[in-house]
């Protein structure tokens, strides 16, 4: 397991259209985050998976946004009817759950909304 | 407010020299802090981990906390323009809350 990955690495997509990206946790972590990070800011938590339970979302996560992890294996996070606003970078993050020891970061799906 | 404010950037220093990137927060639950570095384009990278208040060395990295003053440090010793990246810290317990980053740039 070379760490967690993230699919697709780019995408950009037309307003109002609905997109999916995928994260494949690092395979003993039993805990996934998803983060949104725009241009000169840090990352900024979304939502969190404990297995396959989602114990957590933030305020930023509109009724636009949907994330799953079903089996607590990878996780999708499916944004609808896409706005310019969302453009970012999606960030996928695994742990184990034993406090954050091994908190690791993907390389992200970078987001344009055109 | 934001839960982990830092010393905004840019940082440009000559090869060789110490970088000092402070970072303060204000939600005195906090008890993991992390240092990442990232590159453009690309995830943040774990550089260093500390739990509770202290000191952790690893190689020319230096990190450290002050819970009393809410206060975390990152030193870089030696500094290398391969160093030249955005350092974010974060601080949480369950997740992490993030700084906007600083971006330093190691002059050869």
């Known amino acids: 397991d070379t760490g967690v990955s993230q699919d697709p690495r780019h995408k950009i997509t037309k307003r109002g259209q609905n997109v999916t990206f995928r994260c494949d946790p690092i395979s003993e972590h039993n805990r996934l985050y998803w983060y949104r990070q725009t241009l000169g800011q840090g990352p900024e938590f979304l939502t969190y998976?404990?297995?396959?339970?989602?114990?957590?979302k933030s305020r930023l996560l509109s009724d636009r946004f949907s994330a799953e992890r079903p089996k607590g294996s990878f996780s999708t996070l499916e944004i609808q009817r896409t706005e310019q606003g969302d453009s970012a970078m999606y960030l996928c993050?695994?742990?184990?759950?034993?406090?954050?020891?091994?908190?690791?970061f993907g390389s992200g799906t970078r987001l344009t909304v055109v | 407010q934001k839960e982990v404010e830092q010393d905004p950037g840019p940082l440009s220093v000559p090869e060789g020299a110490i970088v000092s990137l402070n970072c303060t927060y204000s939600n005195s639950a906090f008890q993991y802090f992390m240092w990442y570095r990232q590159y453009s384009r690309k995830g943040p990278e774990l550089l260093m981990y500390t739990y509770s208040s202290g000191n952790k060395e690893d190689g020319r990295f230096t990190a450290q906390v002050d819970k009393s003053s809410k206060y975390i440090s990152l030193f870089i010793r030696d500094s290398q323009p391969s160093d030249s990246a955005t350092y974010l810290c974060?601080?949480?317990?369950?997740?992490?809350?993030f700084g906007a980053g600083t971006t330093v740039t190691v002059r050869a």
């Open positions: 993050a695994s742990s184990s759950g034993q406090g954050l020891h091994g908190y690791t």
């Open positions: 974060a601080a949480g317990d369950y997740k992490l809350s």
């Open positions: 998976f404990q297995n396959e339970a989602q114990l957590e």
